[in-house]
């Protein structure tokens, strides 16, 4: 009778799941994707021909790279990929296409040299990384999520953030590698209209500005930017714009939105540019649109800083203001056709 009790006992604590049963244990089921409705907005730099003065077949070339750049990050996303994954891979694509001026096909200094800066910003964790002045590695871009995943840094410069990527074991190249015959020849006319008084010849409209740019949301609700830029042609070596300075050039914030900037570098730092749409919304209380129009016009425009940005704030809404002739972008999103435009 007491050894009746005693089963009784045992089977009336593990029902109640007070003992744990001897079974084999159950894998955890995946998490699903989440529910929110996912978003990915590119842009390979504001500035450029005037509408209508550009080859058919070069504007082709660029659209075409615009939506392969939606593509790759719509892969990402679809599959339930996170937005800095996404992010980072369309920014090395673009870092990889020469025909933007970031990675391979960037602008020269005034020494002839691509320097290549670049930074990332995670939304969800408010952690950010950033590479300026690099010289060797491939994807700048990588190497800016490096410093934000590995080190407990913000931002790398010089040979040391090129010592640290290749430590990271990052893709390097030759110098060589970034220089195409196209920007080879712009930097040789460049530098024959230098002279003693002006050392570099002062940028045009019609010269595109450079920069590329991501940012993302993802179906779990998290925000991502990035930016990766080869700078001005003939600046000075060493100089640094916006694109590598979070808040300048990059922001995000799951509370506000995702920013990537382009333009002239000086403005948009002076005026904390990409932060400045975020602080527009939260503590203004503008839309995305308004807020991020504002910074473009009222405070950028208003000083003589010409560009765009795009971003995406946390419910899906985008906005892509640009003050320049043209700004090479393109959007996409859950369920959507992917749209590119230039002018």
């Not at 590995?150 to 790398?156: D, E, F, G, N, Q």
């Not at 500005?209 to 700078?231: E, I, Q, R």
Request: proline content about 6%; hydrophobic content about 40%; overall charge neutral.
């Amino acid at each position: 009778m007491k050894s009746i009790k005693i089963v009784f006992l045992l089977s009336f604590l593990l029902v109640g799941g007070w003992l744990p049963a001897q079974v084999n244990p159950v894998p955890a089921v995946p998490e699903p994707a989440g529910n929110t409705r996912w978003v990915l907005v590119v842009h390979g730099g504001a500035g450029g021909p005037v509408k209508g003065t550009m080859k058919p077949e070069t504007e082709k070339q660029f659209t075409d790279s615009l939506n392969k750049a939606l593509q790759i990050g719509a892969g990402i996303l679809s599959s339930g990929g996170s937005s800095m994954d996404a992010v980072e891979a369309v920014i090395r694509f673009f870092e990889d296409c020469p025909l933007f001026n970031a990675g391979r096909g960037a602008v020269l200094t005034e020494d002839g040299h691509a320097e290549l800066d670049a930074s990332v910003m995670d939304g969800k964790t408010g952690k950010a990384g950033a590479v300026a002045g690099v010289t060797i590695v491939k994807n700048p871009v990588s190497a800016a999520r490096a410093v934000m995943d590995k080190t407990p840094y913000v931002l790398m410069t010089g040979k040391g953030a090129d010592a640290f990527a290749k430590a990271s074991g990052l893709q390097i190249v030759d110098p060589a590698y970034f220089i195409t015959p196209g920007r080879y020849e712009a930097w040789k006319e460049a530098k024959q209209k230098t002279t003693p008084e002006q050392p570099a010849p002062p940028s045009t409209e019609k010269e595109k500005k450079g920069t590329v740019g991501c940012v993302a949301l993802d179906s779990y609700g998290n925000l991502a930017a990035g930016t990766s830029t080869g700078g001005m042609m003939m600046k000075m070596s060493g100089r640094v714009g916006d694109s590598p300075i979070i808040g300048a050039g990059t922001w995000a914030d799951n509370n506000s939105c995702a920013v990537s900037c382009t333009g002239h570098g000086e403005y948009f730092i002076r005026n904390c540019a990409a932060y400045s749409v975020a602080v527009q919304m939260q503590y203004a209380g503008k839309s995305l649109e308004d807020a991020a129009h504002f910074v473009i016009f009222d405070i950028l425009k208003a000083k003589g800083g010409e560009g765009g940005l795009i971003a995406v704030d946390r419910n899906g809404n985008i906005a892509m203001p640009f003050s320049a002739n043209a700004m090479f972008r393109g959007t996409v999103s859950a369920g959507a056709i992917p749209e590119v435009s230039i002018y």
